[in-house]
């Protein structure tokens, strides 16, 4: 299987803040790479496909960036509802894969 | 809009079948393909498998021949049933649907399922 390593595990930022998380493969995956957004006691919401292609709907301060092994998640400037766990996911090679979250809490 | 909603019991034991049923709604099943996911509680997002409306399914190696996926068109659902569990297959189980086979859109709610005697 392809291992889904995401940095840091917990981020602490302040609204306003730009905030960046990193995704790595442990093989390439080319820019098969999805983000998603998870918030205490929800479903996951559908962020970015394609490693670098917004989902309809979600705001432009999210932005994806990366292909083969390194990945991106940036949010531009953090507002109040982005405080949440994101989620990696490779869809290259079955089966598919997750990274184990990074937690972006207040500061 | 689709809409997903998952159902089942909620605690199983040990060494038995968990059934989980995935109703859709807002749209048909004829179409796209239809995945399960879980979470354990505190943890991250585990692939279960898919299923297209055909019929034809895929799934996590990892969970071996426990793992049945069916569709019943007629319903409008398609269901999950995992065998043999254990403490470790205590979860969120979610059912969910993408535009894509590889990535999901749209998300059920989320049913915890226990495995405990």
């Known amino acids: 299987d392809i291992q889904m390593t995401q940095s840091p595990s917990t981020l602490s930022a302040s609204v306003g803040d730009r905030v960046t998380i990193t995704c790595r493969a442990s093989?390439?995956?080319?820019?098969?790479l999805a983000w998603y957004q998870q918030k205490p006691g929800k479903a996951p919401n559908f962020l970015i496909y394609?490693?670098?292609s917004l989902e309809s709907g979600v705001p432009s301060r999210f932005s994806g960036s990366g292909s083969g092994t390194e990945f991106t998640l940036t949010i531009s400037s953090l507002q109040p509802d982005d405080f949440a766990t994101y989620y990696c996911?490779?869809?290259?090679?079955?089966?598919?894969?997750f990274g184990q979250g990074t937690k972006v809490e207040i500061k | 809009q689709v809409q997903l909603q998952e159902s089942g019991p909620g605690l199983v034991k040990p060494s038995e079948t968990l059934s989980l049923t995935c109703s859709v709604s807002?749209?048909?099943?004829?179409?796209?393909?239809w995945s399960w996911i879980r979470q354990p509680p505190g943890k991250g997002l585990e692939w279960i498998g898919y299923?297209?409306?055909?019929?034809?399914?895929n799934h996590n190696p990892s969970l071996k021949s426990r793992v049945t996926i069916s569709v019943d068109t007629s319903k409008n659902q398609f269901s999950l049933n995992l065998s043999s569990v254990t403490a470790a297959d205590t979860a969120v189980y979610y059912c969910?649907?993408?535009?894509?086979?590889?990535?999901?859109?749209?998300w059920g709610q989320g049913t915890l399922v226990t495995v405990s005697s």
């Open positions: 299923i297209y409306y055909t019929g034809s399914t």
């Open positions: 394609k490693a670098s």
């Open positions: 969910a649907r993408g535009d894509n086979v590889e990535f999901f859109q749209h």
């Open positions: 093989q390439s995956i080319s820019s098969w």
């Open positions: 807002g749209g048909s099943i004829s179409s796209y393909y």
């Open positions: 996911q490779q869809y290259n090679v079955y089966p598919w894969t």
